[in-house]
């Protein structure tokens, strides 16, 4: 079966850190290039960051610059979000997802969900004031 698992989630207090995990089960994470989105309730879903294959870069949307970072184990097929200086604006559910390439305007949910193979179900990440 084919799925990735998120966790790592939960409440933190503003100018904390969490790191989420995103576990892939039934497909090889060096396939695919890996995108992190959230959905803050009553909003669109959007955009975090995007992990090419390839070449391994992450891009970030402007908003997780600097504070937020993707990276991976060797080996392992699990990609992790490193969030630092949360805001509670940050809170939201966190999903990770599988697409061939991170392409032009990945960030924007409306296009980048014809190009999705797989979601996880996604991580509630809290942060309070």
């Known amino acids: 079966q084919v799925q990735l698992v998120e966790s790592g989630g939960g409440l933190v207090q503003s100018g904390g850190s969490l790191r989420l995990s995103c576990a892939a089960s039934g497909l090889t994470l060096d396939l695919y290039a890996i995108a992190w989105f959230r959905q803050i309730p009553g909003k669109e879903r959007e955009g975090v960051s995007c992990w090419n294959r390839g070449d391994e870069e992450s891009t970030y949307v402007d908003s997780a610059k600097g504070r937020f970072t993707v990276s991976r184990k060797n080996g392992e097929n699990t990609m992790f979000l490193q969030m630092n200086s949360l805001t509670p604006e940050d809170t939201a559910v966190y999903y990770c997802?599988?697409?061939?390439?991170?392409?032009?305007?990945?960030?924007?949910?409306?296009?980048?969900?014809?190009?999705?193979?797989?979601w996880g179900q996604g991580t509630q990440v809290t942060v309070s004031s």
């Open positions: 997802a599988t697409m061939a390439r991170c392409h032009s305007g990945w960030e924007d949910y409306s296009r980048s969900y014809y190009y999705i193979d797989v």
